[in-house]
């Protein structure tokens, strides 16, 4: 599909998203300190269900059957899998941390683009790619207490899960880039909001919401995760890779850190300088790659 120029109503999509997804990370947290990873997951991804639920069913069959395998994919790895990945990295790093290594979704989208869909690069972006990857490095190594690097693996979390954005963005652009963008997101959280029906029946969220005081402000962010940040946002996301192009679109996280730090000083948050170090080489990475495509948007919008 031949890339249209980028008009101010993709601009203002882009910074709402901006906006929104990178204050996500400090609503996690916050939801953290009354449930647990896989509760705050279960309760977001059934409210983002039931909001969408009922549009689903009226697009269900505007949609080819054939097309249903990737728009279950695209639930999975766009919604469902990191959002039990990155809560559960978010108990034992910071959340402007997680904010910063979801800024990686532009390089793994380059990264997958090229090895499964036959996507062409060019040197400056390799680089680019390089140079994010070496600061993702900085931010998935802790100092142990021997006084040596060890892996974090709870930060390595967060960087399977952005990965998991990646292969979503590429599958939307490849497969889905016909079906409407209000489609796509409806029928996938249609397709996977059952299954975390079932696994709601599993886990305890009752003794959490009558034993904790601050249960109701926890709902409340989830709430706002749900509705904002998994629907609406997802909706907009898809439509902005269909009207533009995987990279630029994946390039809303080089700017979701900024809000994401904003948010985590004013939490009283604090980065040591090798996490410094590597914020600041992955954004530049960023950069590198997103580089033609947004002065082609600057261009012309």
Not at 142 to 171: D, H, M, P, Q, R
Request: charged residues 10%; hydrophobic residues 55%; proline residues 4%.
């Amino acid at each position: 599909m031949q890339e249209r120029g980028f008009g101010l109503g993709v601009w203002v999509a882009y910074i709402a998203l901006v906006l929104v997804w990178g204050s996500a990370f400090i609503l996690i947290k916050k939801a953290l300190v009354v449930f647990a990873p896989h509760q705050l997951a279960a309760i977001r991804v059934t409210m983002a269900f039931t909001f969408m639920s009922f549009l689903a069913v009226w697009h269900l069959r505007k949609v080819p059957v054939k097309k249903y395998i990737f728009i279950l994919l695209s639930g999975l790895l766009g919604v469902f899998i990191p959002s039990f990945l990155f809560p559960t990295a978010q108990l034992h790093i910071n959340s402007s941390t997680a904010g910063v290594i979801n800024t990686l979704s532009p390089l793994f989208t380059l990264s997958v683009g090229v090895m499964f869909f036959k996507q062409k690069t060019h040197t400056r972006q390799v680089m680019g790619l390089l140079l994010g990857l070496a600061g993702a490095m900085t931010l998935i190594w802790k100092t142990g207490a021997s006084g040596g690097l060890t892996l974090n693996e709870y930060a390595l979390l967060a960087v399977i899960a952005t990965l998991c954005y990646s292969f979503n963005i590429n599958i939307i652009k490849n497969y889905l880039a016909e079906v409407s963008a209000l489609h796509v997101s409806t029928i996938s959280l249609f397709l996977i909001g059952p299954l975390m029906l079932v696994y709601m029946t599993t886990i305890d969220l009752r003794t959490p919401i009558e034993t904790n005081p601050l249960a109701g402000q926890a709902l409340a962010y989830i709430l706002f995760l749900a509705l904002f940040s998994t629907t609406i946002a997802t909706v907009v996301f898809n439509k902005l890779i269909m009207i533009t192009n995987p990279v630029f679109a994946s390039s809303v996280t080089y700017f979701i850190p900024v809000v994401a730090l904003f948010w985590g000083i004013l939490d009283g948050e604090s980065l040591t300088w090798l996490q410094g170090s590597g914020i600041v080489a992955i954004m530049s990475g960023v950069y590198l790659v997103n580089a033609p495509q947004m002065k082609r948007a600057v261009e012309s919008s």
